[in-house]
């Protein structure tokens, strides 16, 4: 038998264990974890949360059996956002879920942030609410720690609910006038819990807001590093143990400093530090420092991380852009958060995906459009090198009254403060084409002055490092430090031959002029052996403004957006001369093209695929089109190489006549193969349009054609090669369809539908409108906004494709097009 005095010993050995163990847990714990599964969605309206949360009887009438299994980020409007026979979804919708919650601090508190929903969120533990938010793009959060203590003593906790705590989110996208932004724009006000919501747990004093500001002089000779800090103590402690440790980009400290510190409710400055020759964030060498600051109050602590970049930017008055004392071409690009069969929903796999394909591409610079962004996108924009345009969606339809107003003033402070540390951000956006009425019974141009003043203000008060803008609203041009104009030369207004002269006037109306949204929609796989043809019924003359009215196919002036037709030929072309004119400009600051990617929009529901913007260089789904390898042949300097047609398996002319086949490679030369034989060596010269002098006339034979090209970069060799036909019988009116299988692999099959005319020609010109309907045991992968997801779209040369989930057993699919017979297809 063990002496009391052991026994003793040993007690008090296994309390020192526990209690070491208690610190271990404290120390280790995962402080936040993304709620993605385990979710059910309810699309429509509840009569109140009880009928989330009440114990669900089947056959009962209290039930509510509409409830569906989800996984988040989700958005109310995955499919509906492009489906052509309906208006998408714009109402509230319900989440709900049970958690079960082990918060590793005592008296610590468990939060709900939300990175963004959509667009009216409140929030519930179990019959309570205990939260709100306006705005569907801005991060906010949740305490719910009172609440869940609150529930705990109820019967159900342990009853009903197992020890899980019941949690509904309301969100509501439905339309509101005095919301931003407005429904007038030509992006979809989705809903949704949209992006990724976390579960927090916290000691009782965490890191609320780290601003870590990190400034260095032109030449990169003096960094300075200010940190200020704001605490959440809701217990109202008075004092804490701070901490700051800061690393550069191979992890070696260069910076740590502790001190104890009253607990304010206010921001308080903790350190100044100065950095000798720091390590610079750039688009070529995108360096990194990590702030690591550490709270330990009342026996438990709290780390908060942040990345941060040394650089310095300016841009000169009527000249370029400089980066770290030198000129940078900002060359650049737009970005919606919109997927193909997820909508605003994109994984961060998919963000990633992404970003790195626009760095790919050779993009230095994105605007985001037209409000503030995932945190993903940010941390890529910082990873890669990518410096940042981001806005608040104060994007047209007027302004409104003061509920208006305060969104507009909160969103603004919120994509600041929760962006601030990022160092790829150079400019805060304060609104898009508020020169564009109609949400109102008044246009009044001088209160938009007004307000967009308060604005300018409000954004340099809270940060005066970045400069502020806006785009298309000339009676608001001075307000802000760099605005651009409309300017969509040869596709809304004249040619784009008038590009540089019309930049050039522009930009010697205003200080800093910075131009972004510049290019033209591409129906992805349509082609054109004459893409300029209506260009004699143009007005040309120094104007290439985006007008009212000039997106729609109805009246004014003839403009290719109306009359043009929409080919990916047509877009290179226009590409092509934008870029090799942008690298002859010395006082252009950049350019970013608008879109990078096609995107879902209400307002369009006449273009080839349905409420889709098809201004993009890649489609809905990922999908290259032609314009991705024009971009890359100027802004990459890998080598790389591209002969133009890779998606046009057709070519049509008469026999003899000569063609033109065109490379796209920054490769310095390139011999082209053509059924064999040499056409001869051609050298890149980037101001030889088209292609940079990389093009060739050949004469195709009927039938297949083989095309090689053979590029060298240095040692560096490449080919590439692709098989064309050629068609030299002229077609009639298109009478006929023929509907084939022309691939099936991993249960997917898929479909092609092909038009001709009466005589069996191939009619490679139409672009009628086809519909595909299935019935049977398989599924159209359709919705998608894309040229081959979508179930009702216009031809692209003649020809349309579907793909087809066949599952077990058979389905017929029909394709019908008006004035032509239907055809089946069994599978």
Known sequence: MKSPFKIYLLRARLVLLAAFLLTVKIATAQQTKRLTQNWEYLKGDLGGVWEAVRESKPGSSESVPLWSKVVLPHCFNEM????????????????????????????????????????????????????EHVGGYDEFTVDITDAVNKFKQEKVFNTQFKGAIPISIRCDNSRDLEMIPSDLSDFNVYGGLYRYLNLVYTPEVSVDKLFALAEVDAQGKQGNLKITGRFYNPGKLTSADVNVQVKDSQGKVVFNAKKQTELKETDELLWTAKLNKPQLWSPEKPQLYTVELEVKANGQSYKHIEKVGFRHFEFVKNGPFLLNGKRLLLRGTHRHEDH???????????????????????????????????????????????????EIPWCRGGLGGEVYKKQARRMLKNMIEQHYNHPSVIIWGLGNENDWPGDFTTFDKEAIRTFMKELNNLSHQLDNTRKTAIRRCDFCKDIVDVYSPSIWAGWYR????????????????????????????????RNAEEPEKIINRLKIGGEADERAGDATFYGGDARFSKDGDWSESYICNLIDWHLKEQENMPWLTGAAYWPFKDFSTPVRPENPVPYMNQKGVVERDFTKKEAYYVFQSYWITTPMLRISGHNWPVRWGDAGEKKVVKVYSNCDEAELFFNGKSMGVKKRDSQNFPAAGLRWNVVYQEGNNTIKVVAKKGKTILTDEIVQQYQTAKWGKPAKMEIHKIADENGIATLE?????????????????????????GKLIDNQGTSTGSNYLQMYNGRAIIRVIKNTGKSVVSAKSEGISTVFIEL
């Open 753 to 777: 539908v092909k038009l001709f005319d009466d005589k069996g020609v191939q009619c490679l010109e139409a672009a009628n409108y086809v519909s595909f309907e299935l019935v049977g045991d």
């Open 80 to 131: 509906d956002a492009v489906d052509p026979k309906v208006n998408y979804y714009e109402g509230p919708g319900w989440y709900r879920t049970n958690l079960k919650l082990d918060n590793p601090y005592p008296k610590g508190r468990i939060l709900l942030n939300f990175e963004g929903a959509g667009q009216k969120t409140s929030v519930y533990v179990y019959n309570t609410k205990v939260g």
């Open 340 to 390: 193909a069969g997820v909508a605003a929903a994109m994984t961060e796999e998919m963000i990633k995906t992404e970003i790195q394909m626009m760095k790919d591409m050779g993009v230095n610079f994105i605007r985001l459009g037209h409000y503030q962004q995932s945190r993903i996108v940010l941390e890529e924009c910082d990873r890669l090198g990518i410096l940042v345009w981001e």
């Open 494 to 525: 004249g040619i784009y031959q008038e590009y540089k002269d019309v930049s050039k006037k522009e930009m010697e109306r205003v200080n800093h002029f910075l131009h972004v949204e510049w290019g033209g929609d591409s129906h992805a796989r």
